[in-house]
């Protein structure tokens, strides 16, 4: 799949120029001035053109021949010792098939030798690197400003990021474009991550009971993702009980789970460097009380209206603003608003209760690349300013739709001061609910020529997150 994803990468280039790009790929990390190593996780751009999932390695792509070159870390007896057998170059070769395969010190003299007019790098310290390795970044003999017409349909134009021969944006721009919309095998990466982490999250719903720590549920959560042998946290999880759930990005995960409050888990494992992000909200007790459940709803509502809209040519903040209606009357049912639902939108309203993006796409990154096109910039409103993702949706993006209602008292006690928003709260049931915490719900999208396929499968209507939690308690 990876040479597809490099055919992918130098069909966004001029053909026939004497270029090459150039990828680093990443190193160990250490914990501050110690020996003790993090868990390697490959830089995602590198692993999208290589598949190479270990340390020191760097790539070329000679965009005039078509050549592969791949750069391996030379290794010691010592390294054998401390980490295990080392490769040799031979399986390398096979494990990789690049067409050269070279000693990562011969980065600088495999460059000088094809002699390119132009170097596509990734950024500043890339191209740095390069420099310390001999590589010159002078202007070669064909000038500046020539050859570089990659990024088609993003507006990166010839030379936006050229420093000499080094060229910083271009790369990094037809990378996006490639990303954005991913292959069958990409897809079926991110179905086999999507298919543990729905594992992994029945399992939490199953186990959890009134009076547990919010690490018991990770231990739970992380047990299941790594039985089935996925070691590698897509991000930080989120496991927030009770008024914790209302912490956006909530990272403490160590306070009990009271009988009677919310318990919200946002968490995914990545398979393979494809990541899943699914979050679910159900209650400690087996069943939601009478209010949790009309702001479930609230927010179930606004995820099926989002979900229902998820087809090509769809925009996101159209499909935000269809969520951010359903939670403001889904609230206006429960009391918690009042007034014209038209006048809440107007005066932004929903940004109190939902003051988030309504998803984002997902792939290498959870957070992946591509959100906004060139040109395109936030929107500047409350709320959906936080909307990580403004495009057409297409065939092959995948996205996560992940509409919340919340109760976070540093946005509802100055909305009860101020003259204008004040109108619409209901200030005394507001001030009841100022430890409810809050409730999101997400599930990925592959976006498909007729609609969209849900990867996400685990219960998460009233009656089906009651059936399953009744089975277990
Ligand atoms: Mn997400």
Redesign the pocket.
């Given at each position: 799949m990876n040479e597809l994803h490099r055919k992918k990468l130098m069909d966004c280039f001029e053909e026939g120029q004497h270029g090459v790009v150039f990828v680093k790929g990443a190193g160990l990390m250490h914990r501050y001035g110690t020996d003790f190593e993090f868990p390697f996780r490959q830089e995602s751009q590198f692993l999208y053109l290589t598949g190479v999932q270990e340390p020191d390695y760097a790539m070329l792509i000679d965009l005039r021949s078509g050549e592969y070159h791949l750069f391996a870390p030379v290794r010691d007896v010592q390294y054998a010792v401390w980490h295990g057998k080392v490769s040799t170059m031979e399986e390398i070769q096979r494990r990789y098939e690049p067409d050269f395969l070279h000693a990562a010190d011969r980065v600088g003299e495999v460059i000088g030798e094809i002699g390119p007019d132009r170097i596509y790098v990734l950024d500043e310290e890339q191209a740095a690197w390069l420099r310390e390795q001999g590589v010159r970044g002078g202007v070669s003999a064909t000038g500046e400003g020539t050859g570089a017409g990659a990024g088609a349909g993003t507006g990166a134009g010839a030379g936006t990021g050229t420093h000499g021969r080094f060229e910083t944006t271009a790369l990094v721009d037809a990378l996006t474009d490639c990303r954005l919309i991913k292959t069958e095998d990409e897809i079926d990466k991110l179905r086999e991550a999507a298919r543990v982490n729905n594992i992994a999250h029945r399992e939490v719903m199953k186990a959890l009971r009134p009076g547990m720590c919010e690490y018991e549920l990770k231990a739970v959560f992380e047990y299941h993702q790594q039985k089935h042998g996925l070691m590698q946290p897509a991000?930080s999880g989120i496991h927030a009980g009770g008024v914790n759930s209302a912490i956006l990005h909530y990272t403490d995960n160590n306070a009990p789970i009271r009988d009677g409050e919310l318990y919200l888990i946002?968490a995914?494992y990545e398979f393979d460097g494809y990541a899943s992000?699914?979050?679910r909200t159900y209650p400690a007790a087996a069943r939601f009380t009478a209010r949790q459940q009309q702001v479930y709803e609230a927010v179930l509502e606004a995820m099926e209206r989002a979900i229902s809209g998820a087809v090509p040519g769809a925009k996101m903040e159209d499909l935000h603003l269809a969520a951010a209606r359903a939670i403001l009357e889904g609230l206006a049912d429960a009391d918690v608003v009042r007034g014209d639902v038209d006048d809440m939108m107007e005066k932004n309203v929903f940004a109190l209760f939902f003051p988030h993006g309504l998803?984002?796409f997902?792939g290498l990154d959870?957070?992946d690349v591509g959100g906004y096109p060139k040109g395109v910039d936030r929107i500047d409103r409350p709320g959906i300013r936080f909307l990580r993702a403004r495009r057409d949706l297409q065939p092959g993006m995948v996205v996560?739709i992940?509409p919340g209602c919340y109760f976070i008292p540093a946005l509802l006690k100055p909305a009860l001061e101020d003259k204008e928003q004040r109108a619409f709260l209901n200030a005394s049931l507001l001030q009841e609910m100022m430890e409810f915490g809050g409730v999101r719900i997400?599930d990925n999208l592959v976006i498909t020529e007729d609609g969209h396929e849900n990867l996400t499968d685990v219960p998460k209507t009233v009656a089906d997150i009651e059936k399953l939690r009744k089975v277990a308690i």
């Open positions: 991000y946002d995914g992000d699914v979050t998803g984002h997902l959870t957070h996560t992940e997400e």
